[in-house]
């Protein structure tokens, strides 16, 4: 673990002489923040995104650059909230197994949404199975679009055929509901993961991590399931 520390002038101006991380002086300025500005960053960046995109067809690039966007932060904001969050626990509850979980670089984001709440919590996420299915398909194309391959494909129009063309899967981006449910499923494993950290203050939990006021009432019933899981 980093250390930082501060050397005070020996004036008792309370002037900082010097800074030191891990027992090395370093120069530049430096700007602490409460871990959870990280996860806001991506939450913020694909709300952000989203709201940019249009219904017009005229829009379609722009829109499914920005759909692109929104979509990679969604996910990017979800794994660094169970990364991060599930550290903090782990080192609150002295939980060695679940720090290494989230450190290791190794585990599935669908683990850690089993495993970690439970070791955590003593209890799933309700709609545990639902969730991780999405999240898997979410994934997937998120596998697809940092790994992006080519399949060739002919268009034959009378005697005219076009050889080499694509279908590209980046089309999906353009549509502004698709992109906003995928940042709901998201979403709403924060908001679950809230409830199992208290029930009474859910509300103020998810917005400490995505500065949103999102709650697990208002995105099931957006997604169209159980506020439950069942």
């Given at each position: 673990?980093?250390?930082?520390?501060?050397?005070?002038?020996?004036?008792?101006?309370?002037?900082?002489?010097?800074?030191?991380?891990?027992?090395?002086?370093?120069?530049?300025?430096?700007?602490?923040?409460?871990?959870?500005?990280?996860?806001?960053?991506?939450?913020?960046?694909?709300?952000?995104?989203?709201?940019?995109?249009?219904?017009?067809?005229?829009?379609?690039?722009?829109?499914?650059?920005?759909?692109?966007?929104?979509?990679?932060?969604?996910?990017?904001?979800?794994?660094?909230?169970?990364?991060?969050?599930?550290?903090?626990?782990?080192?609150?509850?002295?939980?060695?197994?679940?720090?290494?979980?989230?450190t290791a670089g190794t585990s599935t984001v669908?683990?850690?949404?089993?495993?970690?709440?439970?070791?955590?919590?003593?209890?799933?996420?309700?709609?545990?199975?639902?969730?991780?299915?999405?999240?898997?398909?979410?994934?997937?194309?998120?596998?697809?679009?940092?790994?992006?391959?080519?399949?060739?494909?002919?268009?034959?129009?009378?005697?005219?055929?076009?050889?080499?063309?694509?279908?590209?899967?980046?089309?999906?981006?353009?549509?502004?509901?698709?992109?906003?449910?995928?940042?709901?499923?998201?979403?709403?494993?924060?908001?679950?993961?809230?409830?199992?950290?208290?029930?009474?203050?859910?509300?103020?939990?998810?917005?400490?991590?995505?500065?949103?006021?999102?709650?697990?009432?208002?995105?099931?019933?957006?997604?169209?399931?159980?506020?439950?899981?069942?």
């Amino acid at each position: 673990m980093a250390a930082i520390i501060f050397e005070y002038a020996d004036d008792n101006s309370g002037r900082i002489k010097a800074i030191y991380r891990d027992g090395k002086q370093i120069t530049k300025p430096i700007r602490l923040e409460m871990p959870s500005a990280i996860v806001q960053t991506y939450f913020k960046a694909a709300f952000r995104n989203c709201r940019a995109m249009t219904e017009s067809d005229d829009d379609r690039e722009d829109n499914r650059q920005h759909g692109l966007q929104s979509f990679l932060m969604s996910l990017v904001g979800l794994e660094a909230f169970l990364n991060i969050h599930f550290h903090m626990v782990g080192r609150e509850k002295n939980l060695p197994e679940v720090i290494k979980a989230v450190t290791a670089g190794t585990s599935t984001v669908e683990s850690k949404i089993k495993n970690l709440s439970y070791a955590c919590y003593g209890k799933h996420l309700a709609g545990q199975k639902t969730i991780n299915k999405k999240i898997r398909e979410l994934y997937d194309l998120r596998s697809a679009i940092v790994h992006p391959k080519w399949e060739p494909m002919t268009l034959g129009m009378a005697e005219v055929v076009f050889d080499g063309v694509a279908d590209n899967f980046q089309q999906a981006f353009e549509d502004r509901e698709f992109v906003r449910e995928a940042m709901r499923w998201c979403l709403l494993v924060v908001a679950r993961v809230g409830l199992l950290n208290n029930p009474e203050t859910a509300d103020l939990f998810m917005n400490r991590w995505t500065t949103f006021s999102d709650t697990n009432e208002s995105l099931s019933r957006d997604l169209g399931i159980s506020e439950d899981g069942k």
